[in-house]
T-cell receptor, first 114, second 119 residues
Framework: SQQGEEDPQALSIQEGENATMNCSYK?????LQWYRQNSGRGLVHLIL?????REKHSGRLRVTLDTSKKSSSLLITASRAADTASYFC??????????????FGQGTILTVHP | DTGVSQNPRHKITKRGQNVTFRCDPI?????LYWYRQTLGQGPEFLTY????????KSRLLSDRFSAERPKGSFSTLEIQRTEQGDSAMYLC?????????????????FGAGTRLSVL
């Protein structure tokens, strides 16, 4: 079963605009990760944020985590047509043999128009 | 190319047939994961290995599914007596876990997947 939900399900913007995607989850976590998937392909890791962190940056990506609300957001600044893809959040609950098992959200489909 | 490799990329089979998929992880990675993804959904965890040991299996993995990683390198996922509901993309991922100290991260590297169509 999916860990939580992502919002919005689809997002359409113009090149140069910022894109914000949100993720909610249900259980306590060790870390939360964001992955990108181009149509029909495998997933590519973008960024990881640990449960004791509140914000991380990587290039044009900014991730926030609010463990009290069990939510995270991914901001892509100055978007490009090449950013068009599906974006998934994934949680790692940690603990014993469950550590490393990722539970994915349903994803946000981002379309960036040139 | 030293990424995760999955074969075949596509598989079309008739209901009731058995199929086997192969995954070759990144060579130094000790963990290997299998996920299933249906259209419009995120990947769902099936099972994972640490070296050759299968540590966890999802309840999604019925008795018709079996996975092996005999020498802690490549892995196979077999589906027996396929059903139309098995049609999906099967994704493999690998990661390097630091088992003795260090700050484990569990960043997983995914293959391109095997798309299964059961007719």
């Amino acid at each position: 079963s999916q860990q939580g939900e992502e919002d919005p399900q689809a997002l359409s913007i113009q090149e140069g605009e910022n894109a914000t995607m949100n993720c909610s989850y249900k259980t306590s976590i060790n870390n939360l990760q964001w992955y990108r998937q181009n149509s029909g392909r495998g997933l590519v890791h973008l960024i990881l944020i640990r449960s004791n962190e509140r914000e991380k940056h990587s290039g044009r990506l900014r991730v926030t985590l609010d463990t009290s609300k069990k939510s995270s957001s991914l901001l892509i600044t100055a978007s490009r047509a090449a950013d068009t893809a599906s974006y998934f959040c994934a949680t790692d609950r940690g603990g014993g043999t469950s550590y490393g098992k990722l539970t994915f959200g349903q994803g946000t489909i981002l379309t960036v128009h040139p | 190319d030293t990424g995760v490799s999955q074969n075949p990329r596509h598989k079309i089979t008739k209901r009731g047939q058995n199929v086997t998929f192969r995954c070759d992880p990144i060579s130094e990675h000790n963990r290997l994961y299998w996920y299933r993804q249906t259209l419009g959904q995120g990947p769902e965890f099936l099972t994972y290995f640490q070296n050759e040991a299968q540590l966890e299996k999802s309840r999604l993995l019925s008795d018709r599914f079996s996975a092996e990683r005999p020498k802690g390198s490549f892995s196979t996922l077999e589906i027996q007596r396929t059903e139309q509901g098995d049609s999906a993309m099967y994704l493999c991922a690998s990661s390097l876990e630091m088992l003795a100290g260090g700050l484990a991260k569990n960043i997983q590297y995914f293959g391109a997947g095997t798309r299964l169509s059961v007719l």
